[in-house]
């Protein structure tokens, strides 16, 4: 069977770190995962977790990985604030194009925070709007079907089923369903309810 590695024929620029192409400054290595510092840092001490095995997004991390992954973050991220300085921190992950991914391969970004030192992450988004509290309550139960049932698709001709979902969810709440269950029925057609999807965090390009 292939691993992703030989199913990946683009060029991959951490792959080719990981196999000694290049210089890199390297802080953590062990068997599974690598982590070395950011050659374009936000701060002096941003730092890259990064799988061994080629796995292009956080979807395609084995879950076993990906905790081994963050355990190391934790850990480097009480290392970096010794070394910096800084108390303050980003932990970043850009999973596909569209939240900022230009590397084809999943990694987890380390930021040592200063103030005034002019990176940002919007959180709240000031382009959204706050959608309906029914709105919340069927993403909520549709996310919570999906957990009970990974098989299950989640396009647009699944969406019935999760309207049906989330309208028992919000009766088990307590909250009538309304029109907000209807809109994420009907394709999400209103700016509520486009707002209202699930966002991919901003940050730190890579």
Do not use: W
């Not at 990906?66 to 355990?71: A, N, R, S, W, Y």
């Not at 709440?173 to 965090?201: C, F, I, Y």
């Amino acid at each position: 069977m292939n691993t992703q590695r030989e199913q990946h024929s683009a060029p991959c620029t951490f792959c080719e770190l990981i196999h000694g192409s290049a210089e890199v400054s390297i802080c953590h290595e062990d068997a599974d995962a690598i982590a070395f510092m950011d050659i374009q840092p936000v701060n002096n001490g941003h730092v890259l977790v990064v799988p061994r095995e080629h796995h292009e997004s956080l979807l395609d991390v084995p879950e076993e990985l990906g905790v081994h992954l963050f355990k190391i973050t934790m850990r480097l991220a009480n290392a970096v604030r010794q070394v910096t300085g800084c108390d303050d921190l980003n932990i970043v992950v850009n999973s596909g194009a569209a939240a900022g991914q230009d590397e084809p391969h999943y990694h987890v970004h380390i930021i040592p925070r200063r103030a005034g030192d002019g990176f940002d992450i919007p959180l709240p988004f000031g382009g959204s709007e706050m959608p309906d509290r029914t709105v919340l309550d069927a993403y909520a139960a549709r996310i919570i079907g999906a957990l009970r049932d990974p098989m299950r698709t989640t396009g647009d001709s699944k969406a019935t089923n999760g309207g049906a979902g989330a309208r028992q969810s919000s009766a088990k709440l307590g909250v009538a369903p309304s029109s907000g269950d209807a809109r994420v029925e009907q394709g999400r057609t209103t700016a509520t309810n486009a707002d209202a999807a699930p966002r991919s965090g901003g940050g730190a390009a890579a």
